[in-house]
């Protein structure tokens, strides 16, 4: 397995050491990451991919339960599985990978928040016409 655009990395470098940042370009030369809206030239060794690490816990165990212990929750969240277009997710990861997604879950959350809410405002404005 490698590294592959939009994974999530800590760099060890000293001057941003244990800052977080996202892959933008893997070439043969270097992995270039975007940190704070500044992209770097790295190698393999001056981050640890925090995604790549992921793909292998899920590689070894993929039948594990996905989330955190029942009982331990930070929130009231449920984990759902998704069947999404190849396309759409693509171009979602591509958004992710140039900064203009920050945060998965609450862009997916404020996304289906809208729609639901739209929803319900056209059920209850034809409830009220009936």
């Given at each position: 397995m490698q590294t592959q655009?939009?994974?999530?990395?800590?760099?060890?470098i000293p001057i941003h050491v244990n800052e977080r940042g996202v892959v933008v370009d893997v070439t043969k030369r270097a992995?270039?990451?975007?940190?704070?809206g500044n992209t770097l030239e790295t190698k393999p060794e001056d981050f640890t991919n925090l995604s790549l690490a992921a793909r292998k816990a899920w590689e070894s165990?993929?039948?594990?339960?996905v989330g955190r212990p029942k009982g331990s929750?930070?929130?009231d969240r449920v984990s759902v599985t998704l069947r999404i277009d190849r396309e759409l997710w693509d171009d979602f990861r591509r958004l992710e990978a140039e900064g203009a997604i920050q945060d998965r879950t609450a862009t997916i959350n404020a996304l289906i928040r809208e729609k639901t809410k739209k929803l319900k405002n056209e059920r209850e404005v034809q409830w009220q016409s009936e």
């Open positions: 655009i939009g994974d999530k990395v800590r760099l060890k992995i270039l990451v975007e940190v704070a165990m993929p039948d594990r339960r929750f930070h929130c």
